[in-house]
């Protein structure tokens, strides 16, 4: 147990670093994301020849159909990871970071619509105060509004990629769920990269040798290694305590941000105080979803 709870908090602290390292990397975001899925089906298909992890990629999918579904929720992620990598470019990782945080409003009016249920109103009340928090970075940082604009739309594409992939992860092997994902996104980002690139052109289309080697830890590192380190710790820990663990994420990524780009110095009070809101409606879910787990005597 001990194990998976480091496995767990080091695929944590490997995602805070995906807003660090699309900083750092001089492609634009179309590029980025491109080579990020390319390489990382590379990584997976030298893992899976090497039988790492158990069984690779091969396995039955059940359902007609499958395939074409699964790398159709790809091309929702691959769109995510554009628009947010967009707003980090436009703005810096802190702001890319805290506009993520309205996946959980997104996904609490959608996710009811979706499966005919009704719209729990707490979830909804919840995830209006880091609305509220971006609303006021919104108003008083004019120069990262094309940033927050971005973001928001990151994160609702983020909300229909979580509804999405949980109906298509039914009953099928996560190792083969994120290749063919990430095959979905790599084709559909190579159909409308001629076009993207006409609209926004590019300094450079091959990356340096600084650039290739970010892509390289940005692909192995924090996509394919901590994939797998999520898969090792849900052998031995519930989904649940991994999506509360999530939580951190944020934390985790605005430090790296602080730490490694100097983004303390770009940022004011408005910001700190948007990100005071965004933080209490994190506990306030975190206490409501642990309330709801509490077994009744």
Known sequence: MRKAFIQLHVSILLAG????????????????????????????????????PRGGLR???PGRGARPGMMGVGVLLALHWVFFFGSIKASNVSIGVVCFSLTSLFTALLEPLAYRRRIVGKDVLASLIPLAGILMIFHFEVRFRTGILLGIVSSLLAALFTIANKEVAKERPATLLLFYEMLGGCLSLSLLMPFYLARFPAAHIVPGLTDFLWLLVFAICCTVWLYLLQIEALKHISAFT?????????VYSILLAMLFLGEAKELSLSFYAGLGLIILSVLLQTGNV????????
């Open 17 to 52: 670093f995906t807003g660090v390292l699309g900083k750092l990397i001089s492609l634009n975001e179309g590029l980025l994301v491109w080579y990020r899925m390319l390489i990382s089906l590379v990584v997976m298909l030298l893992l899976s020849f090497l039988g790492i």
């Open 59 to 61: 396995g039955k999918l």
């Open 242 to 250: 991994l999506n509360l663990s999530y939580n951190l994420e944020p």
């Open 290 to 297: 642990l309330k709801r787990k509490r077994p009744t005597p």
